[in-house]
């Protein structure tokens, strides 16, 4: 009984630490990773490419074919292994084998693989691009939540001063210090505080909501994040010039290698369909063989009488009968021959060689290199827009990032000059020298700034990690 109640107090005490488990942004990185939707179809576009590298692989490797058949006829039929008529019933069996081999297509086979890994490729820097955009979404909607934590801890700490001053208004009021109206005006912020506290409370559930969506987690009640260690990390990579971002991301961005597999899928299709315009040659070799279980006529000499006499003629001016002597023959019937005698007896073999030259095609072959033409300068155009869009988000996630470490820079020098002020209207206010309403104020724009620092702080955090992906650090290493 005892070793019963241990066993059930330690399995609710794991399930508890389950319940209570806090994500980091790793872990939430790392399980979207593996179980987003947009990244598992990205996953299934590379078994395709993969089945269609199987395809083009299959080109290179003989066809065969197998085929068989089993027939009975009644009445007039012909017999196939003897190809004459016959009025009868008999069962008939036939069995084939066909192989085929392509020599030479125009080297349409080998552009076709070329094209099937390229194809592959492609997909794969399709699904690097999708892990890193979720990567990024998953990064935001993390630091959402604690930007809404941050926030909450100023308003809680904040509203523990304000009942503080409560209780020292009550104090001064009661002593006749203060008027009235104080105390009621601190017991007013007090309540707008107990309502900010609520509202954000309210926000980091939303967030934590979203957050959870966005991983595919459906306990939502447990759901939480570890929201402590997050600070800005020294990063080499603010202090870089803008230069090399940009040829850092244009070397190992996602965006620019598929639009240059892009650029080479078209030049593989240009040359596909160039090959149609030359000779192909294939070889083939095919054998066969057939059964039919009918008997047969055979004619043989008589053996009660081997020969017989017959008029062949009369001689000219006397009329005398010329005769001769012939073999006396008799149609006797004869069993089908044994099953496996008959395939080999009736098989045949067929091979060659099959040359096929192109002329004219209505144009088809024509207007497809032209179209594939299109297409290959259509792509190198994509692909250099590509590199001018990348450039310029890269230039403007840079901005972004200076600008954001301005605005971090100002907030902390507000939140400094706030606090001063708020103390000094907190001293003047603890000993009657200013009134409620005008402390309140002060207080205000010290939780205010705090708030602004909080938004400046993570927002700062967010675009120098975006900086960091397009300069190439994967989106599982970044750190905060």
Same mark, same amino acid.
């Given at each position: 009984?005892?070793?019963?109640?241990?066993?059930?107090?330690?399995?609710?005490?794991?399930?508890?630490? %389950?319940?209570?488990?806090?994500?980091?942004?790793?872990?939430?990185?790392?399980?979207? *990773?593996?179980?987003? #939707?947009?990244?598992?179809?990205?996953?299934?576009?590379? +078994?395709?490419?993969?089945?269609?590298?199987?395809?083009?692989?299959?080109?290179?490797?003989?066809?065969?074919?197998?085929?068989?058949?089993?027939?009975?006829?009644?009445?007039?039929?012909?017999?196939?292994?003897?190809?004459?008529?016959?009025?009868?019933?008999?069962?008939?069996?036939?069995?084939?084998?066909?192989?085929?081999?392509? #020599?030479?297509?125009?080297?349409?086979?080998?552009?076709?693989?070329?094209?099937?890994?390229?194809?592959? *490729?492609?997909?794969?820097?399709?699904?690097?691009?999708?892990?890193?955009?979720?990567?990024?979404?998953?990064? =935001?909607?993390?630091?959402?939540?604690?930007?809404?934590?941050?926030?909450?801890?100023?308003?809680?700490?904040?509203?523990?001063?304000?009942?503080?001053?409560?209780?020292?208004?009550?104090?001064?009021?009661?002593?006749?210090?203060?008027?009235?109206?104080? *105390?009621?005006?601190?017991?007013?912020?007090?309540?707008? +505080?107990? &309502?900010? #506290?609520? =509202?954000?409370?309210?926000?980091?559930?939303?967030?934590?909501?979203?957050?959870?969506?966005?991983? *595919?987690?459906?306990?939502?009640?447990?759901?939480?994040?570890?929201?402590?260690?997050?600070?800005?990390?020294?990063?080499?990579?603010?202090?870089?010039?803008?230069?090399?971002?940009?040829?850092?991301?244009?070397?190992?961005?996602?965006?620019?290698?598929?639009? +240059?597999?892009?650029?080479?899928?078209?030049?593989?299709?240009?040359? #596909?369909?160039?090959?149609?315009?030359?000779?192909?040659?294939?070889?083939?070799? %095919? !054998?066969?063989?057939?059964?039919?279980?009918?008997?047969?006529?055979?004619?043989?000499?008589?053996?009660?009488?081997?020969?017989?006499?017959?008029?062949? /003629?009369?001689?000219?001016?006397? /009329?005398?009968?010329?005769?001769?002597?012939?073999?006396?023959?008799?149609?006797?019937?004869?069993?089908?021959?044994?099953?496996?005698?008959?395939?080999?007896?009736?098989? %045949?073999?067929?091979?060659?060689?099959?040359?096929?030259?192109?002329?004219?095609?209505?144009?088809?072959?024509? /207007?497809?290199?032209?179209?594939?033409?299109?297409?290959?300068?259509?792509?190198?155009?994509?692909?250099?827009?590509?590199?001018?869009?990348?450039?310029?988000?890269?230039?403007?996630? !840079?901005?972004?990032?200076? %600008?954001?470490?301005?605005?971090?820079?100002?907030?902390?020098?507000?939140? +400094?000059? &706030?606090?001063?002020?708020?103390?000094?209207?907190?001293?003047?206010?603890?000993?009657?020298?200013?009134?409620?309403?005008?402390?309140?104020?002060?207080?205000?724009?010290?939780?205010?700034?705090?708030?602004?620092?909080?938004?400046?702080?993570?927002?700062?955090?967010?675009?120098?990690?975006?900086?960091?992906?397009?300069? /190439?650090?994967?989106?599982?290493?970044?750190?905060?």
């Amino acid at each position: 009984m005892k070793k019963s109640i241990i066993i059930i107090i330690l399995l609710l005490g794991v399930l508890a630490q %389950g319940q209570n488990k806090k994500w980091t942004l790793k872990e939430c990185v790392q399980y979207a *990773l593996e179980n987003n #939707i947009s990244v598992k179809q990205s996953e299934l576009d590379i +078994e395709l490419a993969e089945i269609d590298k199987l395809n083009a692989l299959g080109n290179f490797v003989p066809s065969v074919n197998l085929g068989s058949g089993v027939s009975e006829n009644t009445g007039l039929s012909f017999n196939p292994v003897t190809n004459n008529a016959q009025t009868t019933t008999f069962l008939s069996a036939s069995g084939n084998i066909n192989i085929g081999y392509t #020599i030479f297509d125009g080297l349409r086979n080998i552009r076709e693989l070329q094209r099937a890994d390229i194809s592959k *490729l492609a997909s794969q820097y399709r699904l690097d691009r999708m892990k890193d955009d979720i990567s990024l979404f998953v990064a =935001n909607g993390y630091l959402a939540v604690i930007l809404n934590k941050a926030n909450l801890e100023v308003f809680k700490s904040q509203n523990e001063v304000t009942k503080e001053q409560i209780e020292r208004t009550q104090e001064l009021v009661d002593a006749g210090v203060l008027p009235r109206g104080d *105390l009621l005006e601190i017991k007013a912020t007090d309540a707008s +505080e107990q &309502q900010s #506290i609520i =509202n954000a409370e309210n926000s980091i559930q939303i967030s934590l909501i979203s957050l959870a969506q966005l991983l *595919l987690i459906k306990d939502y009640e447990n759901f939480d994040i570890e929201d402590e260690g997050y600070d800005i990390v020294d990063s080499v990579i603010a202090d870089k010039k803008v230069s090399e971002l940009i040829t850092a991301a244009k070397e190992s961005r996602s965006e620019i290698k598929i639009a +240059e597999q892009d650029v080479e899928l078209a030049n593989i299709d240009l040359k #596909i369909a160039k090959g149609a315009n030359l000779p192909t040659l294939s070889a083939f070799f %095919g !054998y066969n063989t057939r059964f039919a279980n009918t008997t047969s006529f055979e004619s043989r000499l008589d053996p009660n009488n081997p020969t017989t006499t017959r008029q062949i /003629g009369v001689v000219e001016g006397t /009329g005398q009968a010329v005769v001769s002597q012939f073999q006396n023959t008799i149609l006797s019937e004869v069993a089908a021959d044994p099953f496996i005698n008959q395939l080999y007896q009736n098989d %045949g073999i067929g091979y060659g060689l099959q040359l096929n030259i192109p002329i004219l095609n209505g144009f088809n072959t024509r /207007g497809n290199i032209q179209r594939n033409k299109v297409n290959l300068e259509r792509s190198k155009f994509q692909l250099e827009q590509v590199e001018l869009d990348l450039e310029s988000t890269v230039y403007q996630a !840079y901005v972004d990032a200076q %600008g954001s470490f301005k605005s971090y820079e100002a907030a902390k020098v507000a939140v +400094e000059s &706030q606090e001063l002020a708020y103390d000094y209207a907190k001293e003047r206010y603890d000993v009657g020298l200013t009134n409620a309403f005008d402390f309140s104020q002060s207080k205000l724009r010290f939780d205010n700034a705090n708030i602004e620092l909080n938004r400046a702080k993570y927002d700062y955090i967010f675009k120098l990690k975006v900086l960091e992906l397009y300069f /190439g650090v994967p989106a599982t290493e970044l750190k905060f």
